[in-house]
């Protein structure tokens, strides 16, 4: 097919930091290996708060404008697709006024800093007709979509356990400087939003709704350099590690756990699955492989973990990439999410059960506030939506 008929959908990209740059990479790569796709993206504006920074993202980017308004963005005429990768705290106000708009809308993970400001979010679209989803990347993995369709076809028979630790180590360095995820008011929490989020996505999409939270939290180092003036110094505000423990409603347990300070792990999403059947582990550091065990082997002598390549023809979304065993980066999963974002767009499709929806966000965040709640009180804290 030409293409040349195709629809082309335009972009509003709320900015330009590590988010952002991985969101207009995927943007710009969709029709790359998804083709012919759902619609052209066309990279209209970008919104920063630093003029020279968000101009010269327009520019390496490829965005035709660039504001340090961010309503502009989300009024342009040109966008309908909002797409907010901002801190945290800027997460509620732009995503409402975007939904009310009219612009279908993905945001990045966690949705907000607290439920409260999560429901005002799902109020938010509920009222609206728009498309929207939370950018919880590690559900369009291939391995993990794999490990989902086996427990879903009942491969561990009755699930036991879910066990995850996301472990990263960028804060050990006391001479770290006070960045905006160190702070409450930016950020919300520490590793618990920001890691805690993926891990606590990732029990519910595989496991299902938890019924129970017990958490503990933790902060090392309570000062830090402030970033322009390293010979001051100021209060972190948030947890630097967390733990915690989870009953879900089908009966299993777990333990869930994310820290800036496990000293040699650098980005270490990973978790374990055990069943009646066997067991499954994910190592987000080794991305294009799923570690299988099943208990019913037929050939005992290899009785045993097995690592399996996710990376053929028949396993989710790789026959858009390369051929057999040329295996995919960190970056695909963000491509993989917009396809599947863009397709629900542009084709009318339901963003859920594969993406995120806003409820999936919301519900994150009250089991966030529960941990944090319960290592306040050193209480268990039931779930209630
Ligand atoms: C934190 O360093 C971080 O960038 C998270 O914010 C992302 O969500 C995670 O995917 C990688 O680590």
Known sequence: MSG??????GIGMLGYAFMGKAHSHAWKDIPIFFWPPPAIPDLVVIYGRTENKVKEAALRYGYKRFTTNWREVVKDPEVEIVDNCLPNHLHKNPT????????????EKPLARSAEEAKEILDAYRRSKVK??????????????????????????????????????WLIDPNFPLVWRLQRESAGSG?????????VDLARYLIGEPKKVTGMMKTFIEERPLPRDPSKKGRVTVEDSFVATIEFENGAIGTLEATRFATGRKNYNNFEINGEKGSIEFNLERLNELKVYWHEEPIKDIEGWHTILVTEEHHPYIRYYWPSGHIIGWEHTFINELYHFLDAVVNDKDIGPQGATIEDGYRNMVILDAIAESAKRGLAIEIRY
């Open 191 to 199: 590793p618990l939003g920001d890691l805690g989020s993926h891990i």
């Open 132 to 169: 929207a989803m939370v950018a919880f990347n590690y559900r369009f993995v291939p391995a993990v979509m794999l490990a989902k369709k086996l427990i879903d076809e009942g491969f561990l028979g009755r699930i036991y356990h879910f066990r995850a630790r996301y472990l990263q180590d």
């Open 4 to 9: 040349v008929n195709l629809r082309r959908i």
């Open 96 to 107: 409402i006024e975007a939904m009310e708009e009219g612009k279908h809308v993905v945001v």
